[in-house]
């Protein structure tokens, strides 16, 4: 088969493509990204053929804040949410889709696989149908699919478990519709209305769960607030295998002998960019717990960009092999990527999560909601909370309990066998899981 995967060129969107993509490659599929230019080598190191966006949708989202330096002045809310969804992700959608249109004259694939907010594949879907192989969406953040309990879909809340909370939830919901759903619903039909395409007269997030031909989740069940009206078109598919041996053990790799409990803390490989944030609090929270050993991971920068003194219970890294990190630690401490949480819960660890900006803060609702872990909602914790969080995780069994029944479940669901299924049923092509394409 020939299968065009399209990105959103920010690490935490193109990484699960990748992922996919290499699991394609290696079933023996023939596979082109068509993403940002800065992301290259990235694509090309899984030995797909990169392609890069038209020139108005190539943006290098790596770090968001110097693409778009006025997002530094929004507070999290409806309007940081409005500024994300019409400037990173619809105004690039009319190029993205003549760049999707551009790789079909010379790679007809027969599936593309487009990562949720990649919104020039909703504009494709939203055209007939003729015009376009099958298209999987991925959703590399929670499930954006309208709630039974009548909250925000964006908002912390848990589910409701009374008419009271139901009725309050609407109400809250009813301000988010005109603070959120409905501008932006009205700014995307203004870009329809300039390519000729009629108005979308459903809520923008479920028209991307519920318009393609399948939509693959990148979790568990268990791990998403329920609902009783999903798309049967929705494939909840675990977590992607975790590429081995991305980078060298550290020299340090032997202390990690199960003599103290191992805290492993990073920032992921986005927001990084001021360690302030999250892994300098947790190293001084817990420099005194002398049965902790803290290993921090600076996402790829150097070491040495986190600023000392660095307590002597603590081990830093670069990069370290997550699969081997993730089987030694007793705890993750994180500001709530989607992809990390998931991959921490397929071993079993439990959390302490961090983070409240783009997708971070309802990946930290799920931790708390689920049991799995404790969610200070906060981009910046103090020490103080980040003890008291670390040391009630790690003493309270309830926390390991609860991610190791979520574990199981990751186990029970064979992740690459899934994607192949779902792609012969989309494509009407048998045989997909042989790598080539049977008569």
């Not at 487009?114 to 149908?129: D, I, K, T, Y």
């Not at 009725?167 to 995307?188: H, I, N, Q």
């Not at 997550?322 to 030694?328: G, H, P, S, T």
Request: glycine share 8%.
């Amino acid at each position: 088969m020939k299968i065009l995967i399209v990105s959103t060129p920010a690490i935490g969107h193109i990484n699960p493509l990748l992922g996919i993509g290499r699991v394609l490659i290696a079933e023996g599929h023939d596979v082109a990204v068509l993403s940002g230019s800065v992301m290259r080598t990235r694509i090309e190191a899984i030995g797909a053929t990169f392609r890069a966006l038209p020139e108005k949708a190539d943006i290098d989202l790596r770090n968001i804040a110097e693409a778009f330096p006025e997002i530094k002045t929004l507070s999290p809310g409806p309007e940081l949410s409005r500024f994300y969804f019409e400037r990173v992700f619809i105004d690039p959608s009319i190029p993205q889709r003549e760049g999707i249109r551009q790789v079909l004259r010379d790679f007809p694939a027969d599936v593309i696989i487009a990562g949720s907010l990649f919104l020039g594949a909703l504009l494709m879907l939203l055209g007939p149908r003729s015009d376009r192989p099958a298209i999987v969406i991925c959703g590399t953040t929670p499930l954006l699919w309208h709630r039974d309990d009548g909250a925000p879909l964006v908002s912390t809340l848990p589910p409701a478990a009374s008419d009271a909370q139901r009725r309050e939830y609407a109400a809250l919901s009813e301000g988010y519709s005109k603070d959120f759903t409905m501008p932006v619903g009205e700014y995307l039909n203004r870009c329809l209305a300039a390519i000729g395409i009629a108005p979308l007269s459903m809520d923008i997030l479920d028209a991307i769960v519920s318009r393609p031909d399948g939509y693959l989740q990148l979790t568990v069940p268990s791990f998403e607030f329920p609902r009783k009206d999903i798309p049967a078109s929705v494939h909840f598919i675990g977590a992607l295998p975790i590429v081995p041996n991305q980078a060298p053990l550290p020299s340090w790799a032997n202390e990690l002998d199960g003599s103290r409990k191992v805290v492993l803390v990073t920032q992921g490989t986005q927001a990084n960019h001021d360690f302030g944030q999250l892994i300098i609090p947790t190293l001084a929270a817990l420099a005194n717990e002398p049965d902790l050993l803290v290993v921090a991971t600076a996402g790829g920068r150097p070491v040495d960009a986190i600023p000392g003194p660095i307590p002597s219970n603590a081990r830093l890294a670069s990069y370290l092999p997550f699969e081997w990190a993730l089987a030694k630690a007793d705890l993750f401490v994180t500001n709530g990527g989607y992809g990390s949480v998931n991959q921490a819960l397929s071993f079993g660890v439990p959390l302490v999560t961090a983070g409240v900006t783009e997708d971070k803060g309802i990946v930290g609702a799920r931790v708390a909601w689920s049991g799995v872990g404790i969610n200070l909602a906060t981009n910046e914790p103090t020490p103080d909370a980040l003890l008291e969080a670390v040391r009630a995780v790690l003493d309270e069994p309830n926390y390991k309990a609860h991610a190791l029944a979520m574990a199981k479940e990751f186990a029970s669901i064979d992740t690459r066998s899934e994607i192949l299924r779902i792609l012969e049923q989309v494509s009407g092509i048998p045989g997909v899981d042989k790598g080539r394409r049977i008569a």
